[in-house]
């Protein structure tokens, strides 16, 4: 029995856990990065002793205000209930130049004004001047640039993928793989169509999207999905959820892509025979699917692979690449996935590893996976690439053994 007024918990009493300065930091995240996104940059451009003449330094202090103001107001209407797209425009717009101009800032702002220094520019104004114009020239050029990338139809990747247990028969099995189309507020359709003109071109055996079809339900975006009926294989088409499915109604997506000839592959596989040989090719659901409450929507490798026989050589598609530690551990031959964007927008890759084992390309897992990570094929939010260029991959398998 404790005396009054004694604050100590009660012998057997739980104690709160004591939070660390940096569990604190990371709660607050939401909120100061948006500031430092848009006050770093005013800093760097405006008040780093440029002295610019007025009133070029109260107007340009306004108009990041604005914009750290807007951005999140924008992106709340754009992205919450109400769905406005061209308030998600607007606000997606204004995060990714906010991330371009906050980068160039900090990487210009010191390095820059250093080598300035160190050649001897003595007056800090005229330092601060060169800093501010380099930086506005900088990102003007890459945001130009990066816009371009994100809106032009993805380049082929080709690449032979060697699998040891792959038989003969089925060596130079031609795999396309497209994925994070992300069809959204920004209308895509022409684009949508010239993507699936170029996959065409390849004359694929198997033709794979690996989720993330688009920001939106189903019956919002149909008219940019529609081209993915146009798309042909010579075997099948197969589809997996990604993560933005389940936040927009997954199942309208799941039958629509049926509704278009693809076959989803939920947490199921189907069996491609050539030449004698067989490929087992395996699907599962992303793994957010299960958070998202959605009936019978959870990404389970054991039901995806019921009643193969352990021999065969096993293609599976997984939205996200941390996936492949299940893969790997079940013997996967080969593992597609998406979800990155290879970063997308340049140095943002590095966040990326923090969550995923790898941001782009093939990489090897455990005792034989391969998992290959697309970059994707659009872009999400920001309409811009930058040193992240968007890929529709044709992997061509190969068997030792030919």
């Not at 104690?15 to 996104?37: E, T, W």
């Not at 501010?132 to 994100?150: K, P, Q, R």
């Not at 060697?162 to 099995?173: H, K, S």
Request: hydrophobic share 45%.
């Amino acid at each position: 029995m404790t005396e009054a007024g004694d604050t100590r918990p009660a012998e057997g009493e739980a104690r709160a856990p004591r939070q660390s300065g940096l569990q604190r930091l990371i709660r607050h995240v939401p909120l100061i990065a948006p500031v430092l996104l848009w006050a770093v940059p005013c800093w760097v451009l405006l008040h780093g002793g440029q002295h610019w003449p007025p009133p070029a330094t109260p107007v340009g202090t306004a108009l990041f205000a604005l914009a750290l103001v807007g951005m999140p107001f924008a992106m709340a209407r754009g992205h919450g209930r109400r769905q406005q797209d061209r308030a998600a425009i607007v606000g997606d717009t204004l995060l990714g130049v906010g991330w371009v101009l906050f980068t160039w800032s900090v990487l210009l702002g010191v390095l820059l004004r250093l080598a300035l220094t160190v050649a001897g520019v003595g007056e800090s104004q005229d330092r601060a001047r060169i800093v501010s114009c380099a930086v506005l020239g900088v990102t003007a050029v890459l945001l130009g640039w990066g816009y371009a990338e994100a809106r032009r139809v993805p380049r082929v990747r080709r690449l032979d993928v060697v699998l040891p247990r792959l038989g003969p028969g089925l060596d130079g099995f031609r795999v396309a793989l497209i994925t994070d189309t992300h069809y959204g507020p920004l209308d895509r359709a022409r684009w949508s169509a010239r993507v699936c003109e170029m996959v065409n071109t390849l004359e694929a055996d198997l033709v794979c999207h690996t989720g993330d079809i688009a920001d939106g339900t189903a019956e919002r975006r149909r008219a940019q999905a529609t081209p993915l009926g146009t798309v042909r294989a010579t075997r099948a088409r197969v589809y997996v959820t990604g993560n933005h499915e389940y936040y927009s109604e997954a199942q309208g997506w799941v039958d629509l892509m049926d509704e278009l000839g693809w076959q989803p592959l939920r947490n199921r596989h189907l069996l491609l025979e050539r030449g004698g040989d067989t490929l087992v090719v395996a699907g599962v659901d992303d793994v957010t699917a299960e958070s998202s409450g959605l009936a019978g929507h959870r990404a389970h490798l054991a039901g995806a692979l019921s009643g193969t026989d352990p021999d065969l050589p096993v293609l599976l598609l997984a939205h996200q690449p941390k996936f492949v530690g299940q893969a790997a551990a079940a013997g996967i031959d080969l593992q597609l996935s998406g979800h990155t964007h290879g970063g997308q927008i340049w140095p943002f890759h590095h966040l990326v590893r923090i969550d995923q084992p790898t941001v782009a390309g093939l990489s090897h897992h455990g005792v034989r996976t391969l998992l290959y990570t697309s970059r994707g094929t659009g872009f999400w939010g920001p309409p811009f690439r930058v040193f992240a260029p968007s890929e529709i991959t044709l992997l061509v398998l190969r068997s030792p053994r030919h």
